[in-house]
């Protein structure tokens, strides 16, 4: 049994979002796309930091050459500025909002829910699983994994959540399977 | 009698001489005219410099030169700053710092980068040096706010902190309480790096009221906008500044406050900082901008009008660091308002998405170039490129020194003509006689090479990535370029033959990196048996080279030349190829 639910990360407020990005679906049932990405040799870590951050769409590490700690200030404050926004404090680009739409397969209404409140997948997952009525004892059956802009499937616990959760790439498209 | 005249100059008289020669090339020219010269010339020196922190040990720089004081010490490869050379590879101060400590009680100045620095070391800084005046910290790491605490409380002298790009481990922000109330001599204070939550602003305050020769002053983010007044109504003399977060509920009397005390700043000539900025407070600057001759506003993510309306009131300006939120057109203003600008950098907002958000294309860089005279260091980040641009930029700039361009998609050809980027490059290597430092992107055949190796015989640094096709790209480099220091290379299809052929070339420069190439492990082992006094280190990830066949190229290659011989505080994967031609493993 597969739930399909889409979460879509666009501004709120916008009705479209051409791509699913959120997934709802057992294990087994999913076809996670072995190839991982740039995720290997010890570049995963819990910390966002330096060494696990890659410019995603080619998995390649340090490129484009930004230094490391400019990147970290700006996303910082691009992350702020933009759940500012939100807020009503000030205007700005709203294209980056932290906001997550989501939809369940043979549900009309679509939910909201706010990735900049959760610190980790675990969170997310339990939010999502209270908000979809999904017992507890099923959770173990459940793996989060997303689908990227390129349409591989990747496993959600790969990608430090600090990183999944500021990557603009990855806002824009991500899909999670869970 | 005459021969004997030439060298009757008493010691004195030349020691007078050489004081007025501060440069470090003209020293090391000066200590090889002759033994007599080499000697004085040691006995004098009073600020050191390595390049190459594992090019020398510390005990041979303190046997060399007995009375110096000052030491700037660099660590790590620039490609460090991407992520490229993992944690743990080295650059450890601390060995340095125990054998000043030793010998040099009266040092004064440090100064380091790309180092990994520890409480201890810095600890033992505070400890050893009674009249350390002088620390400067870029992009180093290793060390928390205890250590800051520890400089703080003990170095009555201390003239100048300065963290440039550090990682530091914010404990507590309580670390500048340390400096005592005693304490006055403060002049500059560089602090923007540093992350805490909480700032202790009342001991900031208070120190910044005392210190009454207070000239830098770059504050945190964590210093709001309606502090700043209170902290800048007792620094009227300061002639550098950078905010903290620019960003407050828009209050008028918050506003008025600011913009009064700002006013009242007349030595003001640099700013920086305004993070989180509100287009709302931005006019506050406005009566200090006709004499700004240096604005950092790379973190200021305020779009084109706004950039545009700031730029526009600095006609001084020299010198500036901006988002390309700045755009074309902002940069057209730039290029008619700013006739003095030195140098730009424009950064980009979004560097991973995959397609533009902002209107900053070539046309910009072609502006500035055309409008601004003085031109002359430029770091550029933008989506597309044409021959016909950077030529029209090389002719209209040849003053440049520093051209650094990066078309953030690897391999992007010229968008007019599909072309590589080859000849417009060539044309900046060709026009610009003085270039000293240049890093290529876009689409890059060898002959972008030949050019650089015909035409760069200044060029000291040079970056490259995703470029090239064969061994003679780069060995048109290694065998061209005669004043070469420094090449780093990422991801270029260059080999064995190459870096062989030209082994000799690398004695005579500081460094080269090269990575995700396809160098052999055999070249490596090769290379570092022959050539003894270069350090042939293999960085691999993947486990020891030698469990691979030889002719497998390794992960990356750094290769500096050295009198030290091979280190010794290498991690577990990095291998160093030394005239056994075997693996030494740490």
């Given at each position: 049994?597969?739930?399909?639910?889409?979460?879509g990360?666009?501004?709120?407020?916008s009705?479209?979002?051409?791509?699913?990005?959120?997934?709802?679906g057992?294990?087994?049932?999913?076809?996670?796309?072995?190839?991982?990405?740039?995720?290997?040799?010890?570049?995963?870590?819990?910390?966002?930091?330096?060494?696990?951050f890659?410019n995603?769409?080619?998995?390649?590490?340090?490129?484009?050459?930004?230094?490391?700690?400019?990147?970290?200030?700006?996303?910082?404050?691009?992350?702020?500025?933009?759940?500012?926004?939100?807020?009503?404090?000030?205007?700005?680009?709203?294209?980056?909002?932290?906001y997550?739409?989501?939809?369940?397969?043979?549900?009309?209404?679509?939910?909201?829910?706010?990735?900049?409140?959760?610190?980790?997948?675990?969170?997310?997952?339990?939010?999502?699983?209270?908000?979809?009525?999904?017992?507890?004892?099923?959770?173990?059956?459940?793996?989060?994994?997303?689908?990227?802009?390129?349409?591989?499937?990747?496993?959600?616990?790969?990608?430090?959540?600090?990183?999944?959760?500021?990557?603009?790439?990855?806002?824009?498209?991500?899909?999670?399977?869970? | 009698?005459?021969?004997?005249?030439?060298?009757?100059?008493?010691?004195?008289?030349?020691?007078?001489?050489?004081?007025?020669?501060?440069?470090?090339?003209?020293?090391?020219?000066?200590?090889?005219?002759?033994?007599?010269?080499?000697?004085?010339?040691?006995?004098?020196?009073?600020?050191?410099?390595?390049?190459?922190?594992?090019?020398?040990?510390?005990?041979?720089?303190?046997?060399?030169?007995?009375?110096?004081?000052?030491?700037?010490?660099?660590?790590?490869?620039?490609?460090?700053?991407?992520?490229?050379?993992?944690?743990?590879?080295?650059?450890?101060?601390?060995?340095?710092?125990?054998?000043?400590?030793?010998?040099?009680?009266?040092?004064e100045?440090?100064?380091?980068?790309?180092?990994?620095?520890?409480?201890e070391?810095?600890?033992?800084?505070?400890?050893?040096?009674?009249?350390?005046?002088?620390?400067?910290?870029?992009?180093?790491?290793?060390?928390?706010?205890?250590?800051?605490?520890?400089?703080?409380?003990?170095?009555?002298?201390?003239?100048?902190l300065?963290?440039?790009?550090?990682?530091?481990?914010?404990?507590?922000a309580?670390?500048?309480?340390?400096?005592?109330?005693?304490?006055?001599s403060?002049?500059?204070?560089?602090?923007?790096?540093?992350?805490?939550?909480?700032?202790?602003?009342?001991?900031?305050?208070?120190?910044?009221?005392?210190?009454?020769?207070?000239?830098?002053?770059?504050?945190?983010?964590?210093v709001?906008?309606?502090?700043?007044?209170?902290?800048?109504?007792?620094?009227?003399?300061?002639?550098?500044?950078?905010?903290?977060?620019?960003?407050?509920?828009?209050?008028?009397?918050?506003?008025?406050?600011?913009?009064?005390?700002?006013?009242?700043?007349?030595?003001?000539?640099?700013?920086?900082?305004?993070?989180?900025?509100?287009?709302?407070?931005?006019?506050?600057?406005?009566?200090?901008?006709?004499?700004?001759?240096?604005?950092?506003?790379?973190?200021?993510?305020?779009?084109?009008?706004?950039?545009?309306?700031?730029?526009?009131?600095?006609?001084?300006?020299?010198?500036?660091?901006?988002?390309?939120?700045?755009?074309?057109?902002g940069?057209?203003?730039?290029?008619?308002?700013?006739?003095?600008?030195?140098?730009?950098?424009?950064?980009?907002?979004?560097?991973?998405?995959?397609?533009?958000?902002?209107?900053?294309t070539?046309?910009?860089?072609?502006?500035?170039?055309?409008?601004?005279?003085?031109?002359?260091?430029?770091?550029?980040?933008?989506?597309?490129?044409?021959?016909?641009?950077?030529?029209?930029?090389?002719?209209?700039?040849?003053?440049?020194?520093?051209?650094?361009?990066?078309?953030?998609?690897?391999?992007?050809?010229?968008?007019?003509?599909?072309?590589?980027?080859?000849?417009?490059?060539?044309?900046?290597?060709?026009?610009?006689?003085?270039?000293?430092?240049?890093?290529?992107s876009?689409?890059?055949?060898?002959?972008?090479?030949?050019?650089?190796?015909?035409?760069?015989?200044?060029?000291?640094?040079?970056?490259?990535?995703?470029?090239?096709?064969?061994?003679?790209?780069?060995?048109?480099?290694?065998?061209?370029?005669?004043?070469?220091?420094?090449?780093?290379?990422?991801?270029?299809?260059?080999?064995?033959?190459?870096?062989?052929?030209?082994?000799?070339?690398?004695?005579?420069?500081?460094?080269?990196?090269?990575?995700?190439?396809?160098?052999?492990?055999?070249?490596?082992?090769?290379?570092?048996?022959?050539?003894?006094?270069?350090?042939?280190?293999?960085?691999?990830?993947?486990?020891?080279?030698?469990?691979?066949?030889?002719?497998?190229?390794?992960?990356?290659?750094?290769?500096?030349?050295?009198?030290?011989?091979?280190?010794?505080d290498?991690?577990?994967?990095?291998?160093?190829?030394?005239?056994?031609?075997?693996?030494?493993?740490?």
């Open positions: 049994m597969c739930m399909e639910l889409q979460l990360l666009a501004p709120p407020g009705d479209t979002w051409s791509r699913p990005l959120l997934k709802l057992l294990y087994e049932d999913i076809n996670v796309n072995s190839k991982k990405r740039g995720f290997d040799h010890g570049y995963l870590e819990d910390e966002f930091s330096a060494a696990s890659k995603y769409e080619k998995g390649l590490v340090g490129w484009p050459p930004v230094k490391t700690w400019r990147r970290k200030k700006l996303r910082c404050q691009v992350h702020n500025h933009m759940t500012a926004a939100e807020n009503g404090c000030c205007g700005g680009r709203a294209s980056n909002s932290t997550v739409k989501v939809k369940m397969e043979g549900v009309v209404i679509a939910r909201k829910i706010d990735i900049s409140i959760h610190q980790s997948f675990e969170t997310l997952t339990t939010t999502l699983m209270t908000m979809f009525d999904i017992f507890d004892e099923n959770r173990r059956s459940f793996k989060l994994t997303y689908q990227d802009k390129e349409g591989d499937w990747l496993i959600a616990e790969d990608v430090p959540w600090r990183f999944w959760c500021s990557s603009c790439d990855l806002g824009r498209s991500g899909y999670f399977c869970l | 009698m005459h021969k004997k005249m030439a060298f009757s100059f008493p010691d004195e008289v030349l020691e007078h001489v050489f004081s007025f020669i501060q440069s470090d090339k003209d020293r090391n020219a000066v200590s090889m005219v002759c033994k007599s010269w080499y000697e004085i010339e040691r006995w004098c020196r009073r600020k050191v410099f390595v390049g190459n922190c594992y090019a020398v040990s510390p005990r041979m720089v303190i046997r060399r030169f007995p009375e110096f004081r000052s030491i700037e010490l660099k660590g790590k490869p620039h490609f460090a700053d991407f992520n490229l050379v993992p944690d743990g590879w080295g650059g450890y101060v601390f060995p340095w710092i125990a054998e000043m400590a030793g010998a040099y009680p009266w040092l100045e440090i100064r380091l980068k790309r180092m990994v620095v520890t409480d070391s810095l600890e033992l800084i505070a400890k050893s040096f009674k009249n350390f005046k002088v620390l400067v910290l870029s992009s180093c790491e290793g060390f928390s706010t205890d250590g800051l605490a520890a400089i703080a409380a003990s170095c009555k002298n201390l003239k100048e300065d963290l440039r790009d550090c990682e530091v481990d914010d404990l507590s309580h670390w500048l309480s340390h400096f005592p109330e005693t304490y006055t403060l002049v500059s204070l560089n602090i923007s790096c540093l992350g805490s939550d909480e700032a202790s602003f009342s001991a900031l305050e208070r120190l910044v009221r005392r210190c009454t020769n207070l000239k830098t002053l770059r504050l945190n983010r964590a709001p906008l309606d502090k700043i007044a209170n902290i800048l109504r007792h620094a009227p003399q300061l002639v550098e500044f950078g905010t903290g977060t620019y960003t407050a509920d828009v209050r008028p009397d918050v506003y008025s406050d600011l913009a009064g005390v700002l006013s009242s700043c007349k030595e003001l000539k640099s700013l920086s900082g305004f993070w989180d900025v509100i287009p709302d407070y931005l006019p506050a600057i406005y009566p200090v901008c006709s004499k700004l001759t240096s604005l950092n506003l790379s973190y200021a993510t305020i779009q084109s009008p706004d950039l545009i309306k700031l730029v526009s009131h600095c006609p001084n300006l020299q010198r500036l660091l901006v988002l390309d939120y700045i755009e074309d057109s940069l057209e203003v730039l290029a008619s308002s700013c006739k003095d600008l030195q140098e730009l950098r424009v950064f980009p907002s979004d560097p991973f998405g995959a397609e533009p958000n902002v209107s900053l070539e046309q910009g860089l072609v502006a500035v170039s055309l409008g601004c005279p003085k031109l002359q260091s430029v770091l550029y980040f933008c989506r597309r490129m044409s021959n016909e641009a950077l030529v029209t930029i090389a002719r209209s700039r040849p003053n440049f020194t520093r051209f650094r361009l990066c078309i953030i998609e690897p391999k992007t050809a010229d968008y007019l003509t599909l072309e590589p980027l080859d000849v417009g490059f060539g044309a900046i290597v060709q026009y610009c006689k003085d270039l000293r430092r240049l890093s290529l876009g689409l890059l055949t060898d002959r972008v090479f030949e050019y650089i190796g015909t035409y760069a015989k200044k060029l000291e640094m040079l970056s490259v990535a995703f470029a090239g096709d064969s061994d003679l790209g780069l060995h048109h480099v290694l065998s061209g370029c005669e004043s070469l220091r420094k090449l780093e290379i990422r991801d270029c299809p260059f080999g064995d033959k190459a870096l062989l052929a030209n082994a000799a070339k690398l004695e005579t420069m500081r460094s080269l990196w090269i990575s995700s190439c396809a160098v052999s492990f055999a070249a490596c082992k090769l290379l570092g048996q022959k050539m003894p006094r270069l350090n042939v280190e293999v960085i691999d990830e993947r486990g020891p080279p030698d469990s691979r066949p030889e002719n497998c190229p390794v992960d990356k290659l750094y290769i500096y030349r050295s009198i030290a011989g091979p280190r010794f290498m991690p577990p994967f990095v291998w160093t190829m030394d005239e056994d031609s075997g693996l030494r493993l740490s």
